[in-house]
């Protein structure tokens, strides 16, 4: 009788496996479409998403978040993940640090503090007491430097915890492996 019953779970899981396999394959060509569409204000071969560039984007975090589809396609699979705080916290503070203006830079820095500092706040980052204490003076007069310490604690989190999976995700996989096809079709 237990074969009976698992005969047809086996048959249903290797469906589903099938299943999921379209369906991924499918959320990679959506996705690379989107992509495509977000940065296709230009119609240059150089900005177009290629194999190569989506290759380097695993040599490390930083090749990764200098391209703007790399940028792009981590943030989405953060968001996924609903781990998206550390990106968002490590891109405001490079758009922090260039403000020109002191009244600026002010006004930004206490909502950067608010917004991902302040225990207990929306995106709240992980980072240990003494530097969300010294971040917490540093609000109170603040320099184009006062976010280093805990941007370069989130950089280091993301680089070892969140671009591994991402590198191991399905979205990056299936991006890889559909350019692969596309190149070799020509």
């Known amino acids: 009788m237990p074969s009976l019953i698992i005969e047809p779970l086996n048959t249903q899981h290797f469906i589903m496996d099938r299943d999921d396999r379209k369906r991924n394959k499918n959320i990679g060509k959506n996705f690379m479409c989107r992509l495509q569409c977000m940065f296709s204000h230009s119609s240059s071969s150089e900005?177009?998403?290629?194999?190569?560039?989506t290759q380097q984007w695993?040599?490390?975090?930083?090749?990764?978040?200098?391209?703007?589809?790399?940028?792009?396609?981590?943030?989405?699979?953060?968001?996924?993940?609903?781990?998206?705080?550390?990106?968002?916290?490590?891109?405001?503070?490079?758009?922090?640090?260039?403000?020109?203006?002191?009244?600026?830079?002010?006004s930004r820095a206490k909502k950067i503090y608010e917004q991902f500092i302040k225990a207990e706040s929306p995106k709240e980052i992980n980072i240990d007491y003494h530097?969300?204490?010294?971040?917490?003076?540093?609000?109170?007069t603040p320099t184009m430097h006062c976010f280093d310490d805990a941007q370069k604690i989130v950089f280091g989190l993301m680089e070892r915890d969140s671009y591994p999976r991402f590198l191991r995700s399905d979205v990056y996989r299936t991006l890889l492996e559909n350019l692969a096809a596309d190149t070799a079709k020509g």
């Open 47 to 53: 900005s177009r998403l290629s194999l190569e560039d």
């Open 58 to 106: 695993s040599q490390s975090l930083e090749r990764l978040l200098e391209s703007k589809y790399g940028l792009a396609t981590f943030r989405n699979f953060l968001k996924s993940e609903y781990s998206d705080e550390n990106i968002e916290f490590w891109l405001t503070c490079e758009d922090y640090k260039k403000i020109k203006s002191s009244f600026r830079m002010s």
């Open 131 to 140: 530097t969300r204490e010294q971040i917490k003076r540093n609000v109170k």
